[in-house]
Protein backbone atom coordinates (compact mmCIF):
# COMPACT_ATOMS: atom_id res chain seq x y z
CA UNK A 1 0.00 0.00 0.00
CA UNK A 2 1.15 3.23 -1.09
CA UNK A 3 2.33 6.05 1.62
CA UNK A 4 -0.38 8.66 0.25
CA UNK A 5 -2.98 5.36 0.49
CA UNK A 6 -1.80 4.65 4.20
CA UNK A 7 -2.37 8.08 5.28
CA UNK A 8 -5.98 8.60 3.46
CA UNK A 9 -6.99 4.74 4.68
CA UNK A 10 -5.84 6.05 8.10
CA UNK A 11 -7.84 9.22 8.14
CA UNK A 12 -11.02 6.96 7.28
CA UNK A 13 -10.39 5.29 10.02
CA UNK A 14 -10.00 8.03 12.43
CA UNK A 15 -12.82 9.68 10.94
CA UNK A 16 -15.31 6.86 11.78
CA UNK A 17 -14.04 6.23 14.84
CA UNK A 18 -14.38 9.84 16.05
CA UNK A 19 -17.70 9.57 14.99
CA UNK A 20 -18.76 7.56 17.97
CA UNK A 21 -20.49 10.39 19.92
CA UNK A 22 -18.03 8.83 22.54
CA UNK A 23 -15.44 8.78 24.03
CA UNK A 24 -13.49 5.87 22.14
CA UNK A 25 -10.88 4.03 23.59
CA UNK A 26 -8.01 6.23 23.11
CA UNK A 27 -5.16 3.27 23.02
CA UNK A 28 -6.90 2.46 19.83
CA UNK A 29 -5.41 5.34 18.06
CA UNK A 30 -1.99 3.73 18.53
CA UNK A 31 -2.45 0.29 17.45
CA UNK A 32 -1.72 -0.95 14.24
CA UNK A 33 -4.60 -0.22 11.06
CA UNK A 34 -6.09 -3.09 8.92
CA UNK A 35 -7.54 -2.14 5.76
CA UNK A 36 -9.54 -4.62 3.38
CA UNK A 37 -11.67 -4.56 0.18
CA UNK A 38 -12.13 -6.16 -2.46
CA UNK A 39 -10.74 -3.34 -5.01
CA UNK A 40 -9.08 -0.32 -5.03
CA UNK A 41 -8.88 3.10 -7.15
CA UNK A 42 -6.76 5.59 -5.72
CA UNK A 43 -5.14 8.69 -7.11
CA UNK A 44 -1.74 9.97 -5.87
CA UNK A 45 -2.22 13.86 -6.48
CA UNK A 46 -2.68 16.58 -3.88
CA UNK A 47 -6.99 16.67 -4.64
CA UNK A 48 -6.97 12.88 -5.71
CA UNK A 49 -9.80 10.52 -4.05
CA UNK A 50 -9.24 7.03 -3.20
CA UNK A 51 -11.95 4.25 -4.04
CA UNK A 52 -12.57 1.23 -2.02
CA UNK A 53 -15.12 -1.08 -2.63
CA UNK A 54 -16.50 -4.58 -1.97
CA UNK A 55 -16.76 -6.11 1.60
CA UNK A 56 -14.48 -2.72 2.94
CA UNK A 57 -13.22 -3.66 6.11
CA UNK A 58 -11.22 -1.78 8.90
CA UNK A 59 -10.25 -2.26 12.55
CA UNK A 60 -7.68 -0.82 14.33
CA UNK A 61 -7.51 -2.21 18.24
CA UNK A 62 -11.22 -2.35 19.51
CA UNK A 63 -12.51 -0.66 16.58
CA UNK A 64 -14.47 -2.62 13.63
CA UNK A 65 -16.13 -1.00 10.45
CA UNK A 66 -17.87 -2.17 7.59
CA UNK A 67 -19.38 -1.41 4.36
CA UNK A 68 -19.53 -1.65 1.10
CA UNK A 69 -18.13 1.34 -0.28
CA UNK A 70 -15.42 3.71 1.55
CA UNK A 71 -14.53 6.87 -0.96
CA UNK A 72 -12.02 9.39 0.51
CA UNK A 73 -11.05 13.12 -0.61
CA UNK A 74 -7.82 14.64 -0.75
CA UNK A 75 -7.45 18.35 -0.68
CA UNK A 76 -4.15 19.84 -1.14
CA UNK A 77 -2.67 16.68 0.22
CA UNK A 78 -4.63 16.68 3.04
CA UNK A 79 -7.30 13.85 3.56
CA UNK A 80 -10.64 16.31 3.41
CA UNK A 81 -13.75 13.67 3.21
CA UNK A 82 -14.26 10.32 3.95
CA UNK A 83 -17.69 8.89 2.38
CA UNK A 84 -18.25 5.43 3.41
CA UNK A 85 -22.09 3.96 1.83
CA UNK A 86 -23.63 0.41 2.04
CA UNK A 87 -24.77 -0.47 5.11
CA UNK A 88 -21.83 1.13 7.33
CA UNK A 89 -21.50 -0.69 11.07
CA UNK A 90 -19.30 0.25 13.83
CA UNK A 91 -18.42 -1.09 16.80
CA UNK A 92 -15.69 0.17 19.54
CA UNK A 93 -14.98 -0.18 22.79
CA UNK A 94 -15.01 3.03 24.74
CA UNK A 95 -12.56 3.80 28.05
CA UNK A 96 -14.88 3.53 30.33
CA UNK A 97 -15.55 -0.39 29.24
CA UNK A 98 -18.90 -0.01 27.57
CA UNK A 99 -19.66 -0.68 23.89
CA UNK A 100 -20.65 1.45 21.18
CA UNK A 101 -22.55 0.06 17.89
CA UNK A 102 -23.61 1.93 15.45
CA UNK A 103 -25.31 1.58 12.04
CA UNK A 104 -26.75 3.67 8.75
CA UNK A 105 -26.96 3.27 5.41
CA UNK A 106 -24.14 5.92 5.09
CA UNK A 107 -22.02 7.93 6.95
CA UNK A 108 -20.31 11.35 5.56
CA UNK A 109 -17.54 12.96 7.57
CA UNK A 110 -16.00 16.38 6.57
CA UNK A 111 -12.61 16.03 8.22
CA UNK A 112 -12.14 20.08 7.81
CA UNK A 113 -15.48 21.22 9.51
CA UNK A 114 -15.08 17.81 11.96
CA UNK A 115 -18.80 17.48 11.04
CA UNK A 116 -20.11 13.62 10.67
CA UNK A 117 -23.61 13.28 8.98
CA UNK A 118 -25.25 9.64 9.51
CA UNK A 119 -28.02 9.06 6.97
CA UNK A 120 -30.24 6.02 6.42
CA UNK A 121 -31.82 4.10 9.53
CA UNK A 122 -29.66 5.62 11.51
CA UNK A 123 -29.32 3.24 15.09
CA UNK A 124 -26.75 4.32 18.05
CA UNK A 125 -26.60 2.14 20.77
CA UNK A 126 -24.61 2.77 23.74
CA UNK A 127 -24.77 1.54 27.49
CA UNK A 128 -26.45 4.89 28.15
CA UNK A 129 -28.97 4.97 25.82
CA UNK A 130 -29.88 4.88 22.18
CA UNK A 131 -30.34 7.44 19.20
CA UNK A 132 -32.24 6.22 16.35
CA UNK A 133 -33.78 8.36 13.24
CA UNK A 134 -33.38 8.44 9.53
CA UNK A 135 -30.61 11.48 9.82
CA UNK A 136 -27.49 12.30 12.47
CA UNK A 137 -25.70 15.22 11.80
CA UNK A 138 -22.64 15.40 15.03
CA UNK A 139 -20.39 18.09 15.07
CA UNK A 140 -17.11 17.35 17.17
CA UNK A 141 -15.82 20.67 17.27
CA UNK A 142 -18.91 21.68 19.37
CA UNK A 143 -20.49 18.10 20.79
CA UNK A 144 -23.75 19.24 19.52
CA UNK A 145 -25.59 16.34 18.23
CA UNK A 146 -28.55 17.13 15.60
CA UNK A 147 -31.06 14.33 14.59
CA UNK A 148 -34.13 14.60 12.42
CA UNK A 149 -36.52 12.28 10.66
CA UNK A 150 -37.15 12.35 6.59
CA UNK A 151 -40.66 11.59 5.08
CA UNK A 152 -42.10 9.16 7.74
CA UNK A 153 -39.15 9.23 9.98
CA UNK A 154 -39.00 10.20 13.52
CA UNK A 155 -35.83 10.85 15.96
CA UNK A 156 -36.07 8.07 18.91
CA UNK A 157 -34.22 8.47 22.04
CA UNK A 158 -33.59 6.56 25.56
CA UNK A 159 -31.53 7.85 28.11
CA UNK A 160 -30.64 5.06 30.69
CA UNK A 161 -30.73 6.49 34.21
CA UNK A 162 -26.93 7.26 35.89
CA UNK A 163 -28.02 4.14 38.07
CA UNK A 164 -29.31 1.50 35.62
CA UNK A 165 -25.94 2.07 33.71
CA UNK A 166 -23.80 1.20 37.09
CA UNK A 167 -26.10 -1.82 37.25
CA UNK A 168 -25.74 -3.29 33.81
CA UNK A 169 -21.86 -2.66 34.11
CA UNK A 170 -21.87 -4.54 37.69
Request: glycine letters at 12%; a positive charge.
Given at each position: ?S??????????A????????????????????????D????????????????N??????????????????????????A???G?V???????????????????????????????????????????????V?Y?????Q??????????????????????????
Open positions: MPSLKFQACALLAVAASGMAVAKSSDRNQPMDIEARSDCGLGDNASCTLVGVAISQGTMRVAASRAVIHQAGGNPSRVLTGTLRQQLDDGGTINAKSAAVDYDMRSEVVTFTGDVSINQARGTLTGQRVNMRTGVQSGGEGSGRVKMRIMPKSAQAQGAG
